[in-house]
């Protein structure tokens, strides 16, 4: 049986560490590189924290006002502010 040379393929397959999509690797979070080989050193944070806090080593920490491992949980203001005022997050 002859091998179908019509499906172009990936370099090393992706290294099981991406999708192989028009003969291209597209890899997965934590890996880059032509074959997805390559690892990054810098862990990725969930959802890159949401814009509502920083990344270090993986982690999140969350700004003044926001809560979650993604930075995506609002805290919200004691009592709703009784409703005579404006919650102020900054």
Not at 27 to 40: N, V, Y
Not at 54 to 64: A, E, P, Y
């Amino acid at each position: 049986q002859t091998e179908d040379c019509s499906k172009q393929l990936c370099p090393n397959n992706c290294t099981d560490h991406g999708s192989c999509i028009n003969a291209t690797c597209v890899c997965d979070p934590t890996w880059h590189g032509i074959d997805c080989m390559e690892k990054w050193v810098v862990p990725l944070c969930p959802m890159n924290c949401s814009d509502h806090g920083s990344c270090s080593n993986g982690t999140c920490t969350c700004d003044h006002g926001w809560l979650g491992d993604n930075c995506t949980l609002a805290i919200p203001c004691p009592g709703d502010c009784s409703g005579n005022g404006v919650c102020d997050r900054g």
